[in-house]
């Protein structure tokens, strides 16, 4: 019985930020990549380095900031980029480099650019104020809390009958 328990309980955090996404999705909007890479004249937004780059959520998707597939947050950024920024704000990554000059000021250009794309491209956030977002917050919360829940209820089942086909084979 310990066992499962030690097994299922990562597996439950890791799935946080998909239950997250899951519900997040339902209220994208349709992006023209090829058109955002032009926009960034096909360059990491961080480095502006060329090359193969990522979708990357400027405002990231999660239940702290509710960013959006929508036209505006979606910005390009090389693989080394995307993960570095991982789950940050666009404004915290881009003001996390202060040591070296040169990263800093192409960071503070990014943090600019960001802003006014979003700006240019009217990126509509989720709920119209704090108080909505507020509320939308502890509706995820609930709900992942729920879905976490029932995703071990089921992961325990399967378990107990994937453990029981073993003792069966041996019993024969
Ligand atoms: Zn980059």
Request: net charge positive.
């Amino acid at each position: 019985m310990k066992k499962i328990a030690k097994k299922t309980a990562p597996k439950t955090t890791s799935k946080i930020n998909t239950d997250v996404r899951v519900i997040l999705r339902e209220f994208d909007e349709s992006i023209d990549w090829e058109a955002v890479k032009k926009h960034f004249k096909g360059k990491c937004v961080y480095c502006g380095k060329e090359g193969e780059l990522h979708k990357d959520h400027a405002i990231p998707v999660s239940e702290k900031h509710l960013g959006l597939s929508r036209p505006g947050n979606i910005v390009p950024a090389c693989r080394q980029c995307n993960s570095d920024k991982a789950a940050k704000h666009y404004s915290d990554f881009c003001r996390y480099h202060t040591r070296d000059g040169k990263i800093a000021k192409r960071r503070r250009d990014a943090e600019r650019d960001i802003t006014e794309y979003m700006k240019s491209k009217s990126y509509k956030k989720l709920g119209k104020n704090e108080a909505e977002r507020d509320k939308i917050r502890k509706i995820i919360s609930d709900s992942r809390k729920e879905m976490g829940k029932i995703r071990s209820e089921a992961i325990a089942k399967i378990e107990k009958i994937i453990v029981k086909k073993p003792a069966k084979k041996v019993a024969k």
